[in-house]
Structures are given as structure tokens and as C-alpha cells.
T-cell receptor, first 109, second 112 residues
Framework: EDQVTQSPEALRLQEGESSSLNCSYTVSGLRGLFWYRQDPGKGPEFLFTLYSAGEEKEKERLKATLTKKESFLHITAPKPEDSATYLCAVIDSWGKLQFGAGTQVVVTP | DVKVTQSSRYLVKRTGEKVFLECVQDMDHENMFWYRQDPGLGLRLIYFSYDVKMKEKGDIPEGYSVSREKKERFSLILESASTNQTSMYLC???????????FGPGTRLTVT
């Protein structure tokens, strides 16, 4: 069964304290892994797409990496404006997006 | 930039009412989706459409229907609203050549 698991559920960071979020998946024949950012009361905002193991993408303080079993979202020297819920999703065997439950990140000054 | 808009940010309806949620995208995307998002359950797919007048059931279609009469517009209909349909409803669209979905701002629906 296709599954996407994110950890930790919640993460509290001091401003400048780098950390990583994990997304592990079980899906046959990965066709794409996606990272989204979601602010409270708003729709998810697209961040990255990764297609193959070894691929990396960067945007400001965020860097996403992909292996055959998992993806990491690294947050380097976070600022309070990086506070959000980060969602991971994969294309499942039926061609639909399957989402993880998300990691809620809070960055305090 | 892709723009997906939803007709209401907040909606309060009574049990048994018929509810219409509308979504419009301006990027000529073939595919459109309706999700609901609940704490602890994540995003769950209700219905999707890959072309005008075409629709497919997602994971939780019970109690919902959809309509796609024009390519840019996808409507979600709650035939008889119930309290367990209180949720955040999110619309998304994507091009036929890509798997990247772009979301609207969401509609927070409360059924009392």
C-alpha cells in the first residue's frame, strides 16, 4: 500500500537553528515527490518537485533532497517567517497525489 | 503565475442545506481537484476532473458531487450538508503534462 509518513509532527526552532524534516514513502515506481508550504488558514503553496534519487533543489533557506526511500527538507538558519506547516506528497500508483500529515514548524526569535 | 481562486473564504451553512463551492483557474489546466483537509487526517481527495464534463471519484466522494461545464471552473456540491462535512475545502489544478498541483486559498465551511 502506498504510504507517506512525515516526521517529526511538530518542530520548534530558535531563529538561526538549522534542522531537517523527513518524508519517507512507500510507492512502487516513484514518479515525483513534492514539497509544499502551508500557512494557517491558507492553501498549500508549491515549493519543490524531485523526480529521482540524488536530486536536490534549493530556494532561499530551504533545500530538498531525495533518496530511494525518503526526502529531507533542510531549513538553514531559519527565520520566524519560515514558520508554517510543510507538506510532502508523492504520486501514487494510481497517478494521484498522496499527502503526508505534515510537519508544523515554529521558529521563535 | 498560476492562479486558483475559490468563491468564498468562509461559509456557514445549516444541516440539510445544499452547498455550492466554486473554483476557477486561469492557466488553462486540464485537471482540477477537490480536497478536504482535517486536523490529523491531512488532505483527502474528494473528486477530480481531467476534462470538461468528465469526473472521477477520489478517496472520499460520499455526500459530494461535482460539476465541470467549462474548463476553467470546477464546482463541488454538498447535496445535503451535514455537520461531519465541516472542514477546510481546497481546490487545485494542474496541467496535463505535469504532476505539480497548484492550490487555491481554501474555503473554511462550517455546518451547524
Amino acid at each position: 500500500e502506498d504510504q507517506v509518513t512525515q516526521s517529526p509532527e511538530a518542530l520548534r526552532l530558535q531563529e538561526g537553528e538549522s534542522s531537517s524534516l523527513n518524508c519517507s514513502y512507500t510507492v512502487s515506481g516513484l514518479r515525483g515527490l513534492f514539497w509544499y508550504r502551508q500557512d494557517p488558514g491558507k492553501g498549500p503553496e508549491f515549493l519543490f518537485t524531485l523526480y529521482s534519487a540524488g536530486e536536490e533543489k534549493e530556494k532561499e533557506r530551504l533545500k530538498a533532497t531525495l533518496t530511494k526511500k525518503e526526502s529531507f527538507l533542510h531549513i538553514t538558519a531559519p527565520k520566524p517567517e519560515d514558520s508554517a506547516t510543510y507538506l510532502c506528497a508523492v504520486i501514487d500508483s494510481w497517478g494521484k497525489l498522496q499527502f503526508g500529515a505534515g510537519t508544523q514548524v515554529v521558529v521563535t526569535p | 503565475d498560476v492562479k486558483v481562486t475559490q468563491s468564498s473564504r468562509y461559509l456557514v451553512k445549516r444541516t440539510g442545506e445544499k452547498v455550492f463551492l466554486e473554483c476557477v483557474q486561469d492557466m488553462d489546466h486540464e485537471n482540477m481537484f477537490w480536497y478536504r483537509q482535517d486536523p490529523g487526517l491531512g488532505l483527502r481527495l474528494i473528486y477530480f476532473s481531467y476534462d470538461v464534463k468528465m469526473k472521477e471519484k477520489g478517496d472520499i466522494p460520499e455526500g459530494y458531487s461535482v460539476s465541470r461545464e467549462k474548463k476553467e471552473r470546477f464546482s463541488l456540491i454538498l447535496e445535503s450538508a451535514s455537520t461531519n462535512q465541516t472542514s477546510m475545502y481546497l481546490c487545485a489544478s494542474r496541467a496535463g503534462s505535469s504532476y505539480e498541483q497548484y492550490f487555491g486559498p481554501g474555503t473554511r465551511l462550517t455546518v451547524t
